[in-house]
């Protein structure tokens, strides 16, 4: 006779803290943004008069300068070619976090949303070494500053001065190459901080 222990399995509390987190990131913004990064009506990363664009917003944090918001430094078409899979919605959060939504791309692929990319700052006072106890057994990569993979939620920590980004990948196709594409991910941003 098995008995429960009320606790959940490793691999099923990463997924449940994964969904958690989405959640949390969709339910944090009023409404969604504009397909391709900034979002609907917003200055950030707007066009202004004669075809140029403004620089995202930004904030001061503990360790300097910091953007407002992650959505206009990343475009959802970047990241929809990065993981293959087509761009349904990109939704800004509060406090400096990104959502986006994708659709499988396959011909007779089921309807339904099949992976989210979150990128957010983690805020001031959080550490790699933070992010390292959060959930050891991680790897080190080589990007930014300094870099830290983790599979249990397939985040990828970079480092860019005193400040701790995340770029976080939720496929549902456990083939996919989380690391790389977080990677390729994660340049793009850096190439905008």
């Given at each position: 006779m098995h008995m429960s222990t009320g606790r959940i399995p490793r691999p099923a509390a990463g997924v449940?803290?994964?969904?958690?987190?989405v959640v949390a990131a969709c339910n944090s913004a009023?409404?969604?943004g504009a397909p391709g990064g900034a979002p609907a009506g917003s200055a950030a990363g707007g066009s202004q008069p004669?075809?140029?664009?403004?620089?995202?917003?930004?904030?001061?944090?503990?360790?300097g300068t910091v953007p407002a918001e992650m959505c206009p430094l990343?475009?959802?078409?970047?990241?929809?070619?990065i993981v293959d899979k087509d761009l349904a919605e990109?939704?800004?959060?509060?406090?400096?976090?990104?959502t986006w939504t994708f659709t499988e791309r396959r011909p007779g692929a089921l309807?339904?949303?099949?992976?989210?990319?979150?990128?957010?700052?983690?805020?001031?006072?959080i550490t790699l070494d933070t992010a390292k106890s959060a959930s050891p057994g991680g790897e080190d990569?080589?990007?930014?500053?300094?870099?830290?993979?983790?599979?249990?939620?397939?985040?990828l920590y970079v480092v860019?001065?005193?400040?701790?980004?995340?770029?976080?990948?939720?496929?549902?196709?456990?083939?996919?190459?989380?690391?790389?594409?977080?990677?390729?991910?994660?340049?793009?941003?850096?190439?905008?901080?």
């Open positions: 449940a803290l994964a969904l958690a987190m009023p409404g969604a004669g075809g140029g664009t403004q620089p995202p917003a930004t904030s001061v944090g503990a360790g990343v475009s959802g078409e970047d990241i929809a070619a990109t939704r800004p959060g509060a406090d400096a976090w990104c309807p339904g949303i099949d992976g989210t990319v979150i990128v957010r700052y983690e805020g001031d006072g990569v080589s990007i930014g500053d300094r870099g830290y993979w983790t599979d249990d939620f397939s985040v860019k001065g005193a400040h701790v980004y995340a770029i976080q990948l939720i496929l549902f196709d456990e083939a996919e190459p989380r690391l790389d594409m977080a990677t390729q991910i994660a340049q793009l941003l850096l190439a905008k901080l």
